[in-house]
């Protein structure tokens, strides 16, 4: 994969292609953005391009560097990742004693950190001395799709690069040449928010049966019909795990911000989930504008509070309160 064929972004490849050209990359670099828009693989680009043998300024895919770089099967660009959940001192410790040896084969060492929000704070503390003082011949690549949970110190010795989430149209183009179907290409495209990397793994199927769950919530809690099910179902842990209530919070969110914009009367161009328009409709009529924005607020509030591991029955419990005041 090489600059052309990661979607989106056009700024951030733009301004590493020039750094290439001209033989400046940072030797930190902190990639920033939503999850499932090309960080990671964005940084592999970097890093082919930094040992290529045919080109300076991006990945050949071709020669014998790039394409052991692909298969993971060359020993100067490293990648770490989290260890159950944590990146760890022994980890960065590796990073740093190998970062001091010149490159085995390539031009230049990189290490590419994922989830780097993950570092514990000795693991944070032992990476600071190689960025501050780190060899002619070594980068280091950290992406993150929460930099407030990377410690300043790390922040401020790295060139930050914020990324967007792609465009729905490009994510839908995508999705039509995998053979989706034209309705499903946009619904998807519309509800992942700009993640192609969740777009392109999802089953239609399975995020069908979920909107309907989640319409299925929104409407009983609306209605306050059955609200007392819904509260008892979510609150079991057997019911569905921390990942599918969070897919369940983004969906009800969708549909939030559709009925907002219905009582708008904005462009109904922009409806995330066009074939439920009628509902969305009737829905609207029983709720008012006001309501509906604070019930939103609270879904996105629920979804940050997921991320950041708060406990979950509290979160529902918050949301079922809110529609029985």
């Known amino acids: 994969m090489a600059f052309q064929n990661i979607l989106g972004n056009r700024r951030v490849k733009t301004i590493l292609s020039k750094a290439l050209q001209r033989n400046r990359v940072p030797h ?12 990671m693989e964005t940084a592999l680009v970097v890093a082919k391009a930094l040992n290529c043998l045919q080109k300076f300024d991006d990945s050949c895919e071709e020669c014998t560097s790039c ?16 260890q159950k959940d944590v990146i760890k001192i022994e980890q960065m410790r590796l990073l740093k004693s190998t970062a001091y040896l010149k490159p085995m084969v390539g031009k230049k060492r990189v290490f590419i950190i994922s989830d780097a929000e993950k570092m514990r704070e000795e693991a944070s503390n032992s990476l600071l001395k190689i960025l501050e003082e780190p060899p002619s011949f070594s980068h280091i690549f950290l992406c993150t799709n929460n930099p407030y949970l990377i410690l300043p110190t790390i922040k401020s010795r790295c060139q ?5 989430p792609v465009f729905k149209e490009d994510i839908e183009k995508v999705l039509l040449e995998k053979g989706y179907e034209a309705e499903q290409a946009r619904v998807i495209s519309l509800v992942v928010r700009g993640n192609l990397k969740y777009a392109l793994n999802l089953d ?35 019911f569905l795990g921390r990942q599918e209530i969070e897919q369940i919070f983004e ?75």
Not at 160 to 164: D, E, G, K, R, T
Not at 215 to 227: G, H, P, S, T
């Open 28 to 39: 930190s670099l902190l990639f920033v953005g939503p999850e499932g828009v090309g960080k």
């Open 67 to 82: 394409v052991a770089i692909n298969k993971k099967n060359f020993p100067d660009v490293m990648e770490v990742s989290p």
């Open 160 to 164: 930050v690069l914020s990324f967007a």
């Open 204 to 238: 239609w199927e399975d995020l069908q049966e979920k909107r309907q769950k989640a319409w299925q919530v929104l409407f009983a809690l609306i209605k306050k019909e059955n609200a007392s099910v819904f509260l008892k179902e979510f609150s079991s842990s057997r």
């Open 251 to 325: 969906l009800l969110s969708s549909f939030c911000r559709d009925i907002v914009l219905i009582k708008e009367e904005g462009d109904l161009s922009h409806i995330m989930n066009p074939d439920y328009g009628q509902d969305l409709r009737e829905v609207s009529g029983l709720l008012s504008l006001e309501h509906t924005l604070d019930f939103l607020r609270k879904i996105d509030y629920s979804l940050y509070a997921l991320q950041k591991n708060l406990n979950v029955n509290l979160l529902i419990s918050s949301l079922f309160s809110h529609f029985m005041e």
